[in-house]
C-alpha cells in the first residue's frame, strides 16, 4: 500500500475515533509516519497539544496503524507502538488478520 493511501485511511480512522470525543479534536502529527514494511503508523494527537506542545493536552494513546494487507487500521494502546506492533505482527498468518478490530479506540 502506497502512503497517500494509508494517509486516506488513517484520516477516515481519526474521524471515526474523533466522533467520540467531539470536545477535543484530534489531528495526524505532521511528517511523523513511518513506513514498517508490513504497516504504516501515522501518530496523532490533539490539535491543542500539536499546536501547543502542552503534554497536558496530550492523549495517551496511539498511533494509528494501517496494514498493507487488508487494509486494515487499528489504533494503538501506547505512543511507541513498538511492543504493539511486534505483538500484532505476530498476529498475522498467511491471509489471516486475527488482530483487534479497526479504529478500536
Known amino acids: 500500500m502506497n502512503a497517500d493511501r494509508a494517509l486516506a485511511r488513517a484520516t477516515v480512522a481519526l ?16 511528517g511523523a509516519a513511518t513506513e514498517r514494511g508490513w504497516c504504516w503508523l501515522f501518530p496523532f494527537d490533539t490539535v491543542r497539544a500539536a499546536k501547543t506542545g502542552n503534554i497536558m493536552a496530550s492523549l495517551a494513546t496511539g498511533p494509528l496503524m494501517v496494514r498493507c494487507w487488508p487494509g486494515t487500521t487499528t489504533c494503538g494502546r ?10 500484532h505482527r505476530a498476529t498475522v498468518t498467511g491471509t489471516t488478520w486475527t488482530g483487534p478490530a479497526a479504529a478500536g479506540c
Do not use: M, Q, V
Open 15 to 30: 474521524r471515526r475515533i474523533g466522533e467520540n470525543k467531539p470536545d477535543e479534536p484530534l489531528t495526524l502529527l505532521p
Open 78 to 87: 501506547t505512543r511507541s507502538g513498538t511492543g504493539w506492533t511486534t505483538g
